[in-house]
Structures are given as structure tokens and as C-alpha cells.
């Protein structure tokens, strides 16, 4: 690439991509041999007002060689639990609000259809699925098992996460909305339940069935 076009693709990321505004601390990362572009970012952060422009560089072979040789670390279980805690409870709490909300919105007599679809967690997240390449892709067969993933601490929190988001999040649904259950069946109503797909929870209203 040259010199005019490099300029030209630092201009845009900072300018356009990043929207650096005067006075900003920006950090840029790259691989080592891209130092050429790290600098180009640089010196059009600093053009345009940057205040401190920090570079991290990722060199591959030195992750690598503490993947072979630096001894693994666990996780903090009790902590993750103490998250788990707090996470549900805001979670739910939340859920409690939408619910008495709700509860106003829904005509006496009419039908009542929860479509719960959180699905996915840490399994659907992008950085994880690149992360997991370079971590587990790197310690042996580039097509080694996933039990070896979901023997490690990562993976068993991958899986709790899943049921976290997946299950969990659906027996929460079912037990928040009790009240609009009972009060729309003792009305005649009916109060569906089903779970699929990803991303939110669509709620459909409709009259009685004939």
C-alpha cells in the first residue's frame, strides 16, 4: 500500500470510524508488522486533536508460547456465583416491572401468547467464537475435539451461561407472569408459553377464541 493510500485509510477510520474529537485519549491495536499503519492511525489522531494516542501491539507467537508453557488458571467459582446472583435479581426484578405493566395493557377476556426467545449467551457472542480460535485452535489438532473446550473452566461457564439465558430466563418469564395467567384464565382467557429463536421476548394479545 502506498504512502497517499495509507494516509487516505487513516483518515477515514479516525476521522469517520472513530469520530476522534480534540482532546481525546486514543488507544489503537494491531499485530506486530502493521506498524506502518499503527503510525499512520496515529499521526491522524493527533491531527485531528488527540490528546495521548496509546498502541498495543498482539504478537501472536508470544501468546502461543504462554499457552504452551504458563500454567493454566482457574476460575473464581465463588464469584461467578455472586454474579450469577446479582444478575438474575436485576434481571427478575425488571421482569416484575414489565409484568405489572403489562398486566394494565391486557383486555379482560382476551388470549395471551409469551414468545420467549433469549437464546444463546456466551456460545452466540462473536469475540467469543475468535477468542475460542485462537485459545484452543493453538494448543493442538487444529480440528481437536470441543469436550477439550468444555472440560475447562471456560467451557463450564459457557454452559451455565446457556442455561442461564436459555432455561432459566423462561422459568423466569413463566413465574413473573402468574398473576396476568390467573387473572386472564379466570376471565375465560388462555395464556400460552412457547420458546424459540433469539434475542427478546415478543408478547402477542388477542381476543378470545370463538
Known amino acids: 500500500m502506498d504512502d497517499a493510500t495509507l494516509d487516505r485509510l487513516a483518515e ?7 469520530n476522534v474529537q480534540p482532546g481525546q485519549i486514543v488507544a489503537i491495536g494491531g ?3 502493521k506498524e506502518e499503519v499503527m503510525r499512520a492511525l496515529a499521526e ?8 495521548f494516542v496509546d498502541a498495543a501491539y498482539f504478537d501472536l507467537h508470544m501468546k502461543r508460547a504462554r499457552l504452551t508453557y504458563a500454567a493454566e488458571d482457574t476460575l473464581d467459582w465463588a464469584h461467578i456465583e455472586q454474579c450469577r446472583t446479582v444478575g438474575v ?3 427478575t426484578d425488571s421482569l416484575a416491572q414489565v409484568m ?8 379482560e377476556g382476551a388470549n ?27 494448543r493442538g489438532e487444529r480440528f481437536m475435539s470441543s469436550q477439550t473446550l468444555l472440560d475447562s473452566d471456560l467451557g ?21 407472569s402468574a398473576a396476568i395467567r390467573a387473572r386472564v384464565q379466570a376471565a375465560g382467557g388462555e395464556v400460552r408459553y412457547s420458546a424459540y429463536g433469539y434475542h427478546g421476548t415478543e408478547i402477542l394479545i388477542g ?3 370463538s
Open 156 to 176: 463450564k461457564l459457557i454452559l451455565k451461561n446457556f442455561d442461564e439465558v436459555s432455561a432459566n430466563t423462561f422459568q423466569h418469564l413463566i413465574d413473573a
Open 207 to 209: 381476543p378470545p377464541l
Open 31 to 33: 499485530d506486530i508488522g
Open 100 to 107: 405489572a405493566r403489562l398486566d394494565g395493557m391486557i383486555p
Open 12 to 18: 477515514l477510520a479516525v476521522r469517520f470510524g472513530s
Open 89 to 91: 435479581k436485576r434481571f
Open 44 to 51: 491522524s489522531a493527533y491531527r485531528h486533536g488527540a490528546k
Open 112 to 138: 395471551v401468547f409469551f414468545a420467549h426467545t433469549m437464546a444463546g449467551g456466551i456460545p452466540k457472542a462473536k469475540v467469543f467464537l475468535a477468542i475460542a480460535n485462537r485459545v484452543y485452535k493453538g
